[in-house]
């Protein structure tokens, strides 16, 4: 691992410094799958059109971790990338550090106070500053299923978590891999989010994993959560280990698996596969938690490069947050727009759900943030969820000690 990271480091800083011109932007992210890659080809052709050339600095690893790695690396050396992928609280984490630049004049001139959503301006305004410009919002606690599979299987889509169980067993006889998973901490921690939720509710997600009460977190029905994880893990095959995970998507989209439960990047895949949603797949929210959406919204955040920000920012950002990109690209990234003003034209009907539920839970006090996704928690309080959920998954210990070591590692980690 520390081997790869290193190779990625040196790689990182000997692409910059063979490609990148002043007019350019150079971007960090680590959209790399293939529906990814489709989505930022819609980026990078849109500031093609606007004569701005793009330096692709692409670290694989979903999550963003990797990512992050780098970033640091080229920041200590003093040479930050233009703009650069970030989520949740990493994004405040580098504004406080004084390494962002301020977008105002930006945003002021197009009103991104009024159509960005408020959930999302907790992460982009730092101090009254814009610091970062709103590509999307995704959700974690969605499930998704290969149609043939289900109807093979006279399986409807299940809507409680007993029926849920009950289509896992009915593939498991089959022959068919009745879940789909990639086994790295990110993926974990993304599937715990909606079982987490659909165990403990919107009111203890939040006491457990925002305001981590120790109490709920240690509580009978985290406890709960941790045993549906291990019925989840005990219906993915032998080799999850270390999957990526749209490698998981695609043991859906083959017919492999039965489910996946993912954020809805996965439907990207989905769609550059050519598959239709209803016809070939089916996306529903993981049962017990329809009504809530576990959010992680994708922004860019503008590096200072010495001062002012430059030309090529402001235009990466107005890009960025315009209507008809914010439709283009989030319809092929499986995402929903990050304003409140964009029509639901053009989207499919997961995407339409999408846009629907996000609306309806912000409304209600049902929009939370992901944990997985560095939306409920700073980085170091995240990562020692990680490593429980992961160690817990990996059969390290059973659901009983979880609870606690989750009280241990979360207290020693705020
Ligand atoms: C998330 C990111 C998504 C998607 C995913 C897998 O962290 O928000 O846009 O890319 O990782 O790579």
Redesign the pocket.
């Known amino acids: 691992m520390r081997k790869f990271l290193k190779a990625n480091i040196a790689m990182a800083i000997m692409v910059t410094a063979v490609t990148a011109q002043a007019e350019d932007v150079e971007v960090l992210h680590?959209?790399t799958?293939g529906g990814?890659a489709a989505a930022l080809n819609v980026l990078k052709d849109d500031l093609e059109s606007q004569g701005i050339g793009w330096t692709d600095m692409p670290v694989a690893g979903?999550?963003?971790e990797q990512a992050m790695t780098v970033l640091r690396a080229r920041v200590t050396a003093g040479n930050a990338p233009t703009a650069v992928q970030g989520?949740g609280f990493d994004i405040i984490d580098w504004a406080m550090q004084g390494s962002l630049a301020n977008l105002n004049d930006v945003a002021a001139s197009e009103d991104w106070d009024a159509v960005v959503p408020e959930a999302l301006q907790q992460f982009a305004k730092v101090d009254g500053k814009w610091v970062s410009a709103p590509v999307?919002v995704?959700s974690t606690n969605w499930v998704w299923a290969n149609k043939a599979v289900l109807d093979a299987n006279n399986i409807n889509v299940p809507s409680t978590w007993e029926e849920f169980t009950a289509a896992l067993d009915k593939l498991k006889v089959a022959g068919i891999t009745p879940i789909a998973h990639g086994g790295q901490p990110w993926q974990e921690v993304t599937v715990f989010d909606g079982v987490a939720m659909s165990v403990l509710g919107p009111d203890r997600y939040k006491a457990a994993f925002i305001d981590l009460d120790e109490s709920v977190l240690g509580g009978d029905d985290m406890k709960a959560a941790f045993d549906r994880m291990a019925v989840i893990r005990s219906n993915v095959d032998d080799n999850f280990s270390g999957r990526d995970?749209n490698l998981a998507t695609a043991m859906v989209i083959n017919g492999e698996a039965g489910f996946q439960m993912m954020?809805d990047?996965a439907k990207g895949e989905f769609l550059n596969a050519d598959k239709v949603p209803g016809k070939d797949f089916e996306c529903f929210r993981f049962p017990g938690t329809t009504e809530q959406v576990i959010f992680?919204a994708?922004q860019f955040m503008m590096f200072d490069q010495g001062g002012k920000v430059s030309a090529e920012q402001a235009a990466l950002a107005s890009a960025i947050l315009s209507p008809s990109f914010q439709s283009a690209f989030n319809v092929v990234?499986g995402?929903v727009p990050a304003r409140t003003d964009v029509s639901d034209e053009a989207f499919d009907a997961c995407g339409k759900k999408g846009i629907a539920d996000l609306a309806a839970a912000a409304k209600s006090g049902n929009l939370y943030g992901s944990v997985a996704?560095g939306h409920a928690n700073p980085a170091a309080v995240k990562n020692a969820i990680y490593d429980v959920v992961t160690a817990h998954f990996n059969g390290e210990y059973d659901s009983a000690t979880a609870v606690v070591e989750l009280v241990d590692a979360v207290s020693i980690a705020k």
């Open positions: 680590w959209w799958s990814e979903g999550g963003g989520l999307n995704h995970w954020g990047w992680n994708d990234k995402s996704h």
